[in-house]
Each structure stands twice: as C-alpha cells, then as structure tokens.
Nanobody
C-alpha cells in the first residue's frame, strides 16, 4: 500500500524555520523525482519544489527560492523540505508526491506562520 506521511509542520513566527519530512512506502522511491506541494486556505494547490531521483537537480517556485531547500534520502525513502525565513504567505498545508503518475494525497502537515 502506497503511503505518504508528512510531518514537521507547526506554528512559527515570521522569520523562523521548519523542516518538513515525508516518509514514503509502498513504491520504488528511488526511481521517482519527488515534489512538495502546498495549499493555502481558499487557494489552489501549488507546486513548491521538485527534486530529481538522484537529488542532484532541484527546482523551486519563485516565491520560495533562496529560502527553501528540498532534499531526499533514498535509503530512508524520505523527502525533506527545509524552510527558512518563513513568511505569513507560506501558511498552508504541505504535501509530498512523486513528480509523475497519479497518486492519492497524504494527510499533509500544517504550517502556520504568524506572530
């Protein structure tokens, strides 16, 4: 059974940091590029970051460039999102998924940036 278990979210003040984790199971993690997505209340889900199978190539949406870093551990079948200099507009539910194919979403992890 395929599973995506996101964690690491929480309430943080503007300028703070969080590290999200997504532990996966049920598929061959190492052959997929992986994405982090987020969805803010009342907004469409957006793609935040992508990492290649090897972890060498990474892409980010413009609004998080220079602040977020995606990484992965193919042995642990886990993808991470280090988020620094957080802003209120980063408030959203965060999800991970493989970059191709059709998958069911995990439960996500809530990130709230507020003073």
């Amino acid at each position: 059974q395929v599973q995506f278990v996101e964690s690491g979210g929480g309430l943080v003040q503007p300028g703070g940091s969080l590290r999200l984790s997504c532990v996966t199971s049920g598929f061959t993690f190492s052959i997929y590029s992986m994405n982090w997505h987020r969805q803010a209340p009342g907004k469409e889900r957006e793609l935040v970051a992508t990492i290649s199978r090897s972890g060498v190539n990474k892409n980010y949406t413009d609004s998080v460039k220079g602040r977020f870093t995606i990484s992965r551990d193919n042995v642990k079948k886990t993808v991470y999102l280090q988020m620094n200099s957080l802003k209120p507009e980063d408030t959203a539910m965060y999800y991970c998924l493989p970059a191709r194919g059709t998958w069911g979403w995990g439960q996500g992890t809530q990130v709230t940036v507020s003073s």
